[in-house]
């Protein structure tokens, strides 16, 4: 998890709630990296021990979270304890899990694609921990204090499928009928509230939201909760876009959701199914509008990194087709088409844009809108340009390599990058991201810029293999390749 620590002094009412609560003053308070919502989390720590402080944007949200805590705490389920709240309403203190989501846990099997015996046991152990969340936490649950809505109804599903059509259909420029979209709309919102509402909808149960300690599962971010039907939150959780789980492993965590949940009612597995299918439609409807919002419109980097991946889910739900709602499907395999082809052009890949450059003639833009990266100064290395050998050649040359490498001042300096990117790409591999930005600047952007830039794309590739794509640009030479495989 990428941190930074920040000063003190600016976080007053974080500190005066760890003193109210400790005793202690905090020692260090350290942000933490940001989540999908505005809410800004920290690591306190001192003599008093270590807790997330949570810096909230709404009083209400805020006040749900305590509120649905307390009680599922009261009910037994794993989820963090609450320790105070600022005067304000905005600010709180929470248990500290630890730093691994299930997500982040599962990375390097996802990045191989190839789930482990003891990834799908405890995929199947937090699966089965839903129905007593939803069931159990549900009992004498006052849902007059969840956030915003107290219950998934019409108007819920109404703006979850605005969302899909307003953040992610109609800016993909295609063409399609509204009203016969609306009535498809309008058919599959009657069958989802045919079901029926009789338990605590988490509405977020997903990786993210699992916190794993000592080996068992923690859950946090259900605030957006609301008395719902169950069908939902496994939607949610098994069929994660990022995730990719294989069809097998799917089956192994429906069978083990439905197990446990016929502790708390009986079940027909036939009409369950048939149930669950239609709401990981609408799911996949309502995450496409998310990432459409919060990636292409906020251009937050791991909801860009998601849309690809939900593509492909949406195209294998689909390719059996949902007779009910025969236009709707005709839409979305036109919009499946038409962002196959932005993939084509993007694999999905993490792609390493490294460039050299001169500082004479400014830094170089970036396009992707994530604003990540490193620019590294490297002027404080012996310059070939000084001399008069060198000066008609760039760092591409075997001549310009060997004044370079002789002198050793270029090796050390590069060592260093090394260490520092090597932690980042593996880093932005494991969270899936999809672009990073390496750029080496020099006074003329043609001898030590290029020599570095060359040599770090040959040290990804070597060490990072088919895992990335690099693109190696040297700006003032005007030589741009897009897919660096030496």
Not at 92 to 102: P, S
Not at 299 to 312: C, D, E, G, W
Request: net charge neutral.
């Amino acid at each position: 998890m990428l941190i930074f620590v920040l000063s003190i002094s600016i976080m007053d009412s974080l500190a005066l709630l760890y003193r109210s609560h400790t005793g202690f003053e905090p020692e260090r308070i350290t942000a933490l990296s940001p989540s999908g919502s505005r809410r800004k989390y920290y690591r306190i720590q001192g003599k008093g021990g270590s807790f997330i402080a949570v810096e909230g944007t709404d009083r209400e949200e805020n006040s749900t979270f305590i509120y649905l805590a307390s009680h599922f705490l009261s009910k037994g389920l794993n989820v963090p304890e609450q320790y105070g709240l600022s005067q304000n309403g905005m600010d709180y203190l929470q248990e500290d899990l630890g730093e691994k989501t299930l997500f982040e846990l599962l990375a390097s099997s996802r990045i191989k694609g190839q789930y482990t015996p003891e990834d799908e046991a405890l995929l199947c152990k937090v699966v089965s921990m839903l129905p007593a969340i939803q069931y159990r936490g549900g009992e004498g649950l006052d849902y007059g204090k969840c956030y915003a809505v107290s219950s998934f109804d019409a108007r819920t599903v109404d703006f979850d499928l605005n969302y899909f059509k307003y953040c992610f259909l109609k800016p993909s420029a295609l063409e399609f009928n509204e009203l016969r979209l609306q009535d498809d709309f309008d058919r599959l919102k009657s069958d989802l509230l045919s079901v029926g509402n009789d338990c605590f909808m988490y509405r977020d149960f997903q990786s993210r939201n699992v916190m794993i300690k000592d080996g068992e599962p923690y859950f946090i971010d259900f605030q957006g909760g609301r008395k719902g039907p169950c069908h939902y939150d496994l939607a949610s959780f098994v069929w994660q876009a990022r995730a990719a789980y294989p069809e097998s492993l799917k089956q192994k965590m429906i069978d083990a959701y439905l197990n446990s949940l016929s502790e708390y009612k009986t079940v027909d597995r036939s009409t369950f199914l048939q149930e669950l299918r239609i709401f990981v439609l609408f799911r996949m409807l309502q995450v496409l509008g998310a990432y459409g919002f919060r990636g292409r419109i906020e251009r937050k980097a791991h909801f860009l990194a998601s849309i690809a991946p939900a593509i492909a889910n949406l195209e294998e739900l689909i390719s059996t087709p949902f007779g009910q709602y025969p236009y709707l499907c005709e839409v979305l395999r036109d919009l499946i088409d038409s962002e196959k082809k932005k993939v084509a052009q993007n694999d999905g890949r993490l792609e390493v844009q490294i460039i050299s450059f001169s500082f004479k003639k400014g830094l170089p833009e970036d396009n992707s809108g994530n604003g990540g990266g490193y620019v590294f100064d490297c002027r404080s290395v012996n310059n070939p340009g000084r001399y008069e050998q060198y000066r008609h050649l760039s760092g591409l040359d075997s001549e310009v390599q060997a004044f370079l490498e002789d002198d050793g001042g270029i090796s050390r300096f590069l060592n260093s990058v090394f260490k520092l990117v090597d932690t980042h790409v593996d880093c932005y591999l494991k969270r899936g991201f999809t672009h990073l930005q390496l750029c080496f600047g020099c006074t003329g952007g043609q001898h030590r810029s290029v020599y570095s830039a060359l040599r770090t794309a040959e040290h990804i590739r070597s060490l990072f293999g088919a895992s990335l794509r690099v693109h190696l640009i040297h700006r003032e030479l005007g030589i741009d390749i897009k897919d660096f495989k030496r």
